[in-house]
C-alpha cells in the first residue's frame, strides 16, 4: 500500500522559507515518482515539480523557478520541498503525490495522480 504522510507548512513572512515533507516508502521511491502540486482557493491546482529515481527532478511552474527545489533523502524514504523567498501568491495548500509514471508524463495528464498525501497549508502574509 503506498502511503505519503506530509509535514510541515505554517505561516510565514514574505521573504521567508519553508520546507515541506513527504514521509513515504522505499518501494515509492525506487519505483514512483513524486510530485508537488499546491492550490489556492478559486484557483486550478498547479503542478510545481517532480522526482523519481529514473528521471531525476524536474520543476514546472515558471512562478516558483529558482526558489522552490524539490530533494529526496533515501536512507529516510522522505521528499522535501524546500522553498524560498516566498510570496504573498505562494499562499496555498500544497500536495505530494505518487505514481508508477515518469515525470515528463505529468505536463500532458488529465486524469490526477493515484496517490496523494493528506495536504499542507503554506500562508506567506506579513
Known amino acids: 500500500q503506498v502511503q505519503l504522510v506530509q509535514s510541515g507548512g505554517g505561516l510565514v513572512q514574505p521573504g521567508g522559507s519553508l520546507r515541506l515533507s513527504c514521509a513515504t516508502s522505499?518501494?515509492?521511491?525506487?519505483?514512483?515518482?513524486v510530485a508537488w502540486f499546491r492550490q489556492a482557493p478559486g484557483k486550478d491546482r498547479e503542478r510545481i515539480s517532480c522526482?523519481?529515481?529514473?528521471?531525476?527532478?524536474?520543476t514546472y511552474a515558471d512562478s516558483v523557478k529558482g526558489r522552490f527545489t524539490i530533494s529526496r533523502d533515501d536512507a529516510k524514504n522522505m521528499v522535501y520541498l524546500q522553498m524560498n523567498s516566498l510570496k504573498p501568491e505562494d499562499t496555498a495548500t500544497y500536495y505530494c503525490?505518487?505514481?508508477?509514471?515518469?515525470?515528463?508524463?505529468?505536463?500532458?495528464?488529465?486524469?490526477?495522480?493515484?496517490?496523494w498525501g493528506q495536504g499542507a497549508q503554506v500562508t506567506v502574509s506579513s
Open positions: 503525490a505518487a505514481d508508477l509514471l515518469h515525470c515528463y508524463h505529468l505536463p500532458t495528464m488529465t486524469s490526477p495522480l493515484k496517490y
Open positions: 522526482i523519481s529515481r529514473s528521471d531525476g527532478n524536474l
Open positions: 522505499k518501494l515509492v521511491l525506487d519505483y514512483y515518482i
